[in-house]
């Protein structure tokens, strides 16, 4: 089998300030007698290097050739300590180092080892996933790299398969495309056909729009060939007026290209769109296209007669991807070339890969040179070097080709692929480059330009024939920064707000803001933010400090931070206000609190990956990190930051199995004391605390510390076991006020103007329970509202909040839900309770319940909103929905734990209707659903004039288990409940089952006594996202009684 072999990281930057610069490498062709191989060596005494092995099902044949390859390649390595080091990772789904770059020292061992590997097999093949495995766990210190002694870092990446697609059909579903529908549904079937969905490789959505777009179904809804084809062919027009192509886009990039909706784009598959239009849009699609552009979606767009070319053009991922066709039914005439295009997609020219071959006999190399202001002096060495390489090179139409694009702040291509065809041509033409100048340094956005206009069909490239395709970047400067200061302006802070204003103007006076290179925002925060300027509003420094020191202190409260740091990712860190986050520039947060951050700043806990909670929690193991602030300012008070080390590590159950600590202290640079595997007892870490030195130094860097201990002692090989899925605690004790060059690639720093004072209390397992409350604000309960007023004002008061164990957060929603306060906004019974009575009625509509279940999801059950979910808190959502809500409204709070489940109501009677999840990714968690319902059972007075019960199940549609008038006593409905199978299914239509309830359950045949004003009650136990909308009237009866709906566990799976 053909096995692609290729180079990544080859990101060759130097230093280009002198004239007299040459590049400490060069290009060598080595040659055998079997064949030539082309390899980048550098002329350096040492090196590291990784070989990053396709393990996959799919390479099992091939993988000897691998084996042979880097053997051959270590041969030729002078291997040594000092010298050259070596590693090797396999990865499939998962990545496994087989050695470090520390593990071997001399070449026989290396060698040894590497005959000795074994094919690890596995599926699919997570190639984005494992090039972050390895800049993470093997390209650092600990794991023998030397980067940061500038040693070279190298990383030949073998594959042998491709990854894979995530294809997304936006279909015109309006009035005007009603006779052209059947056409698109027979295009997006024969696309489909050639995709490889069966085996977990590609997957695909649907969705049509007119007005407003609607998803058939998303990226993880279906997982077959056969399932999907059934659906597409079923598809009925959706129809609707006007056409608003810009309003579908966004949605897609908020909706549907995310994590939750089956988008691989954060483990580097690749986003693929086919928009299929027949008319103009009837509202703009700029913005829409270009933060789709800016996502990494590649867009094809396909028009007809009736739609616009250049907005086609916009909304494509470049001139290349926009087709047009007179009507649908000649879609079949560009089917072979669209085809053609998505293959290309596989060919992944990021700027993690950029491929180098070897054992080839021809290659499309491009040189991407930094033509910026700061290589004006170092140009003439770059352009030697290229030189150099072609001169190495096989020139001619059909084997080497070359191009050479200079970048700055734009991208200018020299000459393509395809423009020259001899040696001598292209060596002219280079001797001939003029330096472009310009800046700043956009790089992220150089390497998105080469993949979008150079490896091209267009522009002269082959990777359709399988010809390798390389990238060799020469940079010969830094790329920049994005600076916000999220300042607390609330009351608190009122005496101190000058001292923060200096903060903040001795930190910008240390940016390059004048020569554009870093941007500065800064927002001030108390209830709700408030930016004062965003990162593209001020070029000049002077203009910044102009500012700052005009700042008025915003005043108000309470301090709501959670809501603050939400607005920032939404309103701040976006391309709109100046954020060049998506071409690759760091983003930097500096959060200045002079007061307490509800739970009080006395200890920073700092999240280093999504998956892993990073506040300390009872478990059975832990990997604890303490950090340390050993700069001058701290001299006095080390001696309290080690005992208040050791006191928590004398809480700690240490060893092996169980808890491990690391201990790291910093002030300019970072120096580990030891890391998670170094000791396995008690006595020896306590023994090497109490031993700890205070090493002074200045400024204080704490972005690049916390970034040292992500890349250096969170990692397994310093014995971190975040992929085992234990929990990662990082206590930061600072001891003074920040000073630093803010260069460092942290995404979040947390700064304290004042001295914290180390306490135990980080080290403690929240309790209790998060409580959120969703109020149906729409025009209909305007009259009703008092009593849900009353009603959360009596069940707060049964909850523990005095004391943290409990949290409240409160939503009203009609067509859009309104926050009226977060988990992490009060912290009193007493605030709680005052702010719920002087709640004001939303108002509006219609009302889209599922929109508001969605904003739960994605912003209040979240750790920035206060949410526990990660530390293992219970999460419970209480919804209170109704047409006519009496005063008498009750509803039911259930403990989502098992010990506690309870039913505080005042009626003497209710009907009572468990609507159960049971669609194939409940199967695990069913049978805690089953004790539940139980457990809520035993609680209720069941009988014939009292409390009635009915349980449905669901997934792709409903069925009832036993109505509200089949069992009268409590003994059958438990024997009933526990005999309950799973169902299974997919998908999962919670719209549909709310609507058939409502239809076929709540209804006097049934057993519903709604008409005798007896209490209706629906609970939702849901363990996954609903594939189809939830209706407005699902629980809304014809005669306008009320059928009260309680989802429970919406955000976390069973």
Avoid at 572 to 595: C, D
Avoid at 893 to 903: G, L, M
Wanted: hydrophobic share 35%; charged share 20%.
């Amino acid at each position: 089998m053909a096995i692609l072999l290729s180079l990544c990281l080859i990101s060759l930057t130097f230093n280009v300030s002198n004239s007299n610069f040459s590049p400490p490498w060069r290009l060598w062709l080595l040659t055998s007698p079997q064949k030539h191989q082309l390899y980048l060596v550098f002329d350096t005494p040492k090196k590291d290097i990784v070989f990053l092995l396709d393990g996959s099902d799919s390479t099992r044949n091939g993988f000897p050739a691998m084996r042979d390859f880097v053997e051959k390649v270590v041969e030729k390595l002078n291997v040594g300590e000092s010298n050259d080091r070596v590693s090797v990772v396999q990865y499939s789904r998962d990545s496994e180092v087989n050695f470090y770059l520390n593990t071997y020292t001399t070449k026989e061992d290396i060698v040894d080892s590497v005959r000795g590997l074994r094919h690890r097999g596995g599926r699919p093949l997570n190639t984005g996933a494992a090039l972050q495995y390895v800049r993470d766990n093997v390209f650092t210190n600990s794991a023998g790299s030397r980067h940061l002694q500038g040693v070279p870092q190298i990383l030949i990446l073998l594959n042998g398969g491709r990854s894979f697609d995530n294809v997304v059909f936006l279909l015109d579903g309006s009035d005007g495309t009603r006779t052209g529908f059947s056409a698109m549904q027979d295009f997006v079937q024969r696309v489909v056909e050639r995709l490889s969905v069966d085996d977990n490789k590609d997957r695909v959505s649907v969705v049509q729009y007119s007005r407003d777009p609607a998803v058939q179904f998303y990226l993880n809804t279906y997982a077959t060939k056969v399932e999907i084809l059934d659906i597409v062919r079923g598809l009925r027009h959706k129809g609707g007026r006007p056409l608003n192509t810009g309003a579908a886009l966004q949605y897609l990039r908020d909706n549907v290209f995310t994590a939750s909706a089956g988008s691989r784009r954060l483990e580097g598959v690749p986003q693929v769109l086919i928009l299929l239009s027949g008319g103009r849009s009837s509202d703009s699609v700029d913005e829409s296209a270009a933060a789709l552009k800016q996502l990494g979606v590649l867009t094809f767009a396909i028009g007809t007669k009736g739609s616009d070319s250049r907005e086609l053009q916009k909304i494509s991922h470049d001139g290349n991807s926009a087709f047009a066709v007179s009507d649908f039914t000649d879609l079949q005439r560009i089917q072979q070339q669209l085809q053609s295009s998505l293959e290309a997609v596989v060919i992944d020219v990021t700027p993690e890969a950029p491929t180098v071959p070897v054992d080839t006999p021809k290659k499309d190399v491009v040189f991407l040179l930094d033509g910026s202001d700061s290589t004006r002096n170092g140009f003439p060495a770059m352009r030697d070097f290229v030189e150099k390489v072609v001169e190495k090179l096989n020139v001619g139409e059909s084997n080497d080709r070359v191009s050479v694009v200079q970048y700055s702040r734009d991208s200018e291509v020299n000459f393509y692929l395809n423009t020259y065809t001899t040696k001598e041509d292209i060596v002219d033409s280079v001797r001939g480059l003029r330096h472009r100048g310009g800046r700043p340094l956009n790089t992220g956005a150089a390497l998105q330009y080469v993949r979008d206009n150079v490896f091209t069909n267009s522009a002269g490239s082959r990777h359709l024939q399988g010809v390798p395709q390389i990238l060799i970047l020469l940079n010969g400067g830094r790329s920049f920064d994005n600076v916000v200061f999220l300042l607390d302006g609330s009351d608190g802070t009122r005496t101190g707000f000058s001292a923060m204003q200096d903060f903040v103007q001795r930190v910008v006076e240390r940016l390059s803001v004048d020569d554009n290179k870093d941007r500065v925002s800064v927002v001030q925060y108390s209830r709700d933010p408030a930016v004062q300027f965003y990162l593209n509003t001020y070029a000049t420094k002077v203009e910044i400090l102009d500012i700052v020191r005009g700042l008025r202190h915003k005043g108000g409260r309470p301090l709501n931070t959670g809501a603050a740091l939400q607005y920032l990712r939404d309103n701040v860190f976006t391309a709109s206000a100046g954020s060049r986050r998506l071409e690759g520039v760091p983003q930097v947060l500096i959060l200045l609190s002079g007061g307490q951050l509800q739970s009080s700043l006395e200890a920073v806990v700092i999240d280093v990956t999504p998956e892993a909670p990073t506040v300390p929690v009872d478990t059975p193991k832990k990997d604890v990190v303490f950090l340390l602030d050993g700069s001058d300012s701290t001299r006095n008070g080390f001696p309290a930051m080690r005992d208040f080390v050791e006191k928590v590590v004398e809480k700690l159950n240490v060893g092996e199995s169980n808890d491990r600590v690391s201990v790291v202290q910093y002030s300019r640079d970072s120096e580990v004391n030891f890391y998670l595997n170094t000791y396995t007892t008690k006595e020896d870490i306590v023994d090497s605390v109490r031993g700890l030195r205070h090493r002074g130094g200045r400024p204080l860097n704490t972005g690049a510390a916390l970034q040292y201990v992500r890349d250096n002692v969170f990692t397994n090989s310093a014995g971190s076991r975040h992929l085992q899925g234990v929990p990662q605690i990082l206590i930061l004790l600072n001891g003074g006020s920040v000073q630093e060059q803010l260069s460092s690639l942290m995404s979040t720093a947390l700064v304290s103007t004042t001295p914290m004072t180390p306490t135990k209390t980080v080290v403690t397992q929240p309790k209790g329970k998060d409580v959120v409350f969703l109020l149906d604000g729409s025009d209909s309960t305007r009259t009703g509202f008092s009593a849900m007023q009353d009603f959360v004002q009596r069940v707060v008061e049964r909850l523990s909040v005095d004391d943290s164990k409990d949290r409240v957060s409160v939503i009203q929603y009609s067509r859009e839900p309104a926050v009226q306060f977060y988990l992490n906004t009060y912290a009193t019974k007493v605030e709680i309770l005052d702010i719920v009575r002087g709640l004001r009625h939303k108002g509006g509509r219609p009302l889209n319940t599922g929109a508001a279940l969605q904003y739960l999801r994605d912003n209040v059950f979240t750790a920035s909103a206060g949410s526990r979910r990660l530390e293992g808190v219970p999460q419970v959502l209480i919804l209170l929905s109704g047409g006519q809500l009496q005063s008498s409204l009750e509803a039911v709070v259930i403990d989502v734990t098992p010990e506690a489940p309870t039913v505080p109501v005042d009626t003497p009677k209710k009907d009572i209707v468990f609507l159960l999840d049971g669609s194939n990714s409940t199967r695990n968690g069913f049978p805690a659903m089953l004790a539940f319902v139980e457990k809520v059972v035993e609680k209720l007075n069941v009988g014939e004039n009292k409390d009635s019960v009915s349980v449905v199940q669901y997934s792709r549609d409903a069925e009832v288990h036993f109505y509200l008038k089949t069992f009268t006593t409590k003994e059958d409905i438990v024997e009933s409940i526990r005999e309950l199978g799973h169902r299974g299914g997919s998908p999962l239509n919670t719209g549909s089952a709310l609507q058939y309830v409502r239809d076929n359950v709540f209804t006097v045949s049934s057993g519903s006594r709604r008409l005798q004003g007896v209490q209706q009650m629906l609970i939702l136990l849901n363990g996954g996202r609903s594939f189809d909308t939830c209706p407005r009237t699902a629980l809304h009866s014809d005669e306008h009684s009320v059928i009260e709906g309680h989802a429970l566990d919406s955000v976390s799976n069973w």
